[in-house]
């Protein structure tokens, strides 16, 4: 004798699910805007310049200069045409262009410190490479 299966349809109630909680790096971020004015460039100000290269946003800043590697690649320089350390959301990135790290749409707020004594005690992760300073990118 086969076995018959049927099917039991079930309706199930709509669910919407918001999401407002940003990163903890993120919300330090807010924080040194607010009390220290610790964001350079934030997302209303990216809306306004209306870029798309992440090396346009940055030489909009004034003190960050942006030049090719060796491989061809933009990279951002600070004091002294030295060449800041990377962070994409807290995480350390190497050897990638900067117009390659993230599309613009995507970010949210931008960090430069152009020398490693104006770097926040809670973005040192590893002092040695921040030697000539650190750009931080939050995104959405």
Not at 109 to 115: L, P, Q, V
Not at 121 to 135: E, K, N
């Amino acid at each position: 004798m086969p076995i018959v299966l049927r099917a039991l349809g079930q309706q199930l109630i709509r669910v919407d699910v918001r999401a407002t909680r940003e990163s903890r790096q993120l919300e330090e971020a807010r924080r040194r805007e607010m009390f220290w004015g610790g964001t350079d460039i934030g997302r209303a100000e990216i809306e306004r310049l209306n870029l798309r290269r992440m090396t346009d946003l940055l030489v909009a800043r004034g003190n960050i200069r942006v030049t090719r590697d060796a491989g061809g690649g933009e990279v951002p320089l600070g004091r002294f045409d030295c060449v800041l350390a990377i962070l994409l959301n807290g995480v350390p990135v190497r050897s990638i262009s900067i117009d390659d790290l993230v599309a613009v749409d995507n970010v949210e707020a931008i960090e430069a410190d152009t020398s490693a004594a104006g770097i926040p005690a809670s973005l040192l992760l590893m002092r040695a490479a921040y030697q000539c300073g650190l750009l931080a990118v939050w995104t959405r």
